[in-house]
């Protein structure tokens, strides 16, 4: 039997064009939209404003598309990570980080990841698939209030995979997040996180007004590439020269991520080059630990380190801050997100 089509991931337009196909009337489109998107149903049963002839043609031609996480675990520091089944054997994780009045989902949006940083576990399992919008939406309908916990009141793009290498279901899931027959969030509450993937990061920035997070690390080129093969590809000056050309002094926000890593990128000259780099551009750096994972030869550095860069970088008008660790217990922290399934 071929696989039903889920609702969730579709736009306004596409969930018209269910309608019309199934010989409804077109608002019911939008009524498709309230239930999957507002109200979050996971059974056509529940639609009680749309027939129940209309219900039943679409119960034989369509899924939902909501299904649980397959796996939960509980940090002692209350973050909570998820794992969500991917067809074919595979799965993804997610992470949910609640702290003080806020409550954000770290989503994936590939299963692996094409990008093969030397200190991430999930370019170590290589790619494998890319999620759909339908999946990706789901990790954010079923986690947060859904799930017995608070509200989300932020999405990141910083699980597994490469956004915006998955940039056509990422945008119809930023669409959904942020339209008024969606969730209608802002996009000041949603942030793309990613190695600077060229020309996707200019359509990104041109078509959306989320906030962006770019993997720096180091602002050598030469100790970068070793780190990241995507700087062959696309050289982190010519990531930055791009941001340059738009306007971050606003509501939409610029994050630099930077892992320290013992005798690597934590001393003063990386500091140094870090703020050349930076340059005119109005931004402000994450410094993150490292938590090791296996088969790679790095260190976390020591705190006097982190706190050197970012005493130095906020004394250089740079605002800079130690991210705090989440769920490193449950292995949920930073670069450690990974499968233990193959497929």
């Known amino acids: 039997m071929t696989e039903k089509t889920p609702l969730i991931g579709l736009s306004l337009s596409e969930l018209e064009d269910v309608a019309k196909a199934g010989g409804m009337p077109r608002f019911v489109g939008r009524q498709l939209a309230e239930w999957v998107y507002g109200k979050r149903v996971s ?23 909501r299904y649980a996480p397959s796996q939960r675990v509980r940090s002692v520091d209350g973050t909570v990570k998820y794992l969500f089944e991917a ?13 003080k009045e806020r409550a954000t989902l770290c989503v994936s949006s590939q299963v692996g990841c094409k990008m093969n940083c030397y200190f991430c576990a999930t370019g170590k399992m290589g790619f494998k698939q890319q999620l759909s919008a339908s999946q990706i939406i789901n990790q954010i309908l079923s986690t947060g209030s859904s799930d017995g916990l608070a509200e989300l009141t932020n999405v990141v793009f910083m699980g597994m995979g490469e956004p915006l290498d998955n940039l056509g279901e990422v945008m119809k899931v930023i669409e959904i997040l942020t339209a008024p027959w969606g969730l209608a969030w802002s996009p000041k509450r949603i942030t793309v996180s990613t190695v600077g993937k060229l020309p996707e990061l200019k359509e990104l920035l ?3 007004s989320v906030h962006v997070a770019i993997s720096v690390h180091t602002a050598d ?32 926000r610029l994050s630099l991520e930077y892992i320290m890593w013992r005798g ?4 003063i000259q990386h500091a140094q080059s870090l703020v050349k780099l930076i340059g005119n551009n109005r931004c402000r750096v994450n410094l993150i630990r490292f938590h090791s994972i296996p088969g790679v030869e790095l260190h976390p550095c020591s705190e006097e380190r982190m706190l050197m860069m970012r005493n130095y970088l906020n004394e250089h008008g740079i605002t800079a801050t ?3 660790s989440r769920g490193e217990d449950i292995l949920a922290a930073c670069g450690m997100l990974s499968t233990s399934r193959k497929g």
């Open 206 to 208: 041109d078509k959306a």
């Open 264 to 267: 690597l990128n934590d001393d």
């Open 87 to 99: 067809g074919s054997g595979r799965s993804v994780e997610s992470v949910y980080i609640p702290d």
């Open 221 to 252: 080129p030469v100790e970068r590439g070793q780190l990241m093969p995507a700087q062959k590809a696309f050289p982190i000056s010519s990531v930055m020269k791009l941001l340059s050309a738009y306007d971050f002094s606003h509501q939409r």
């Open 43 to 65: 059974s056509f049963d529940e639609m009680n404003n749309i027939s129940r002839k209309n219900r039943e043609w679409l119960s034989s031609h369509y899924d939902v598309g």
């Open 322 to 324: 130690i991210r705090a």
